[in-house]
């Protein structure tokens, strides 16, 4: 039940507001990191709400899309396999009571492709129940027309270990 509840709020990946798909537009003085940070934090804000429309907007329009978390069966491909993923994961935390802080992790961009990585602390509730924990995520990012999209989004956590979280998590 803590992985189902911690994979849902790693996929909000959440990192967009609305039922619909929002295109994040890279203008001309936007570098591609700010246009994929406006969009990570556009997934998360869509989590956040129990939007899935939204969540599912930040992703590539592709057959291929993927979700891996950390154990066995923490693997979704295709829209409909990550659209319940994200149903499911949303079932485990409150509307409105996520808060996630990264660093500012690693990655870079080619042509039309971007990959990063980033080792993010997560906070929400449920009922009364707050939950805190840190998540490693690595993504693939494609380009589709003037927006960036995840196309596969990865995450991590370590269960049941003492091991504290690096400096980077709280920077």
Known sequence: ?????????????????????????????????EAVKALWQEQHKALDAHDIAGVMGTFADSDDIML????PGEHWVGKEEIKDAYAHFMKNFDPNTKEVECGEGAGTSEDSVAWLTAVCDFKD???????????????????????????????????????????????
Do not use: C
Request: hydrophobic content about 40%; cysteine-free.
């Open 68 to 71: 891996m978390g950390t154990g």
């Open 125 to 171: 509730k449920k009922g009364d129940e707050s939950r805190h924990y840190i998540l490693n995520i690595s993504a693939v990012l494609v380009k589709q027309g003037d927006a960036w999209r995840f196309h596969t989004m990865h995450y991590s956590q370590l269960l049941g270990g003492d091991s504290e979280p690096s400096q980077a998590a709280s920077e």
């Open 1 to 33: 039940m803590r992985r189902i509840v911690l994979t849902g709020l790693v996929l909000a990946t959440g990192i967009v507001a609305g039922a619909t798909r929002a295109e994040v537009a890279q203008p001309a003085e936007n570098t591609p990191k």
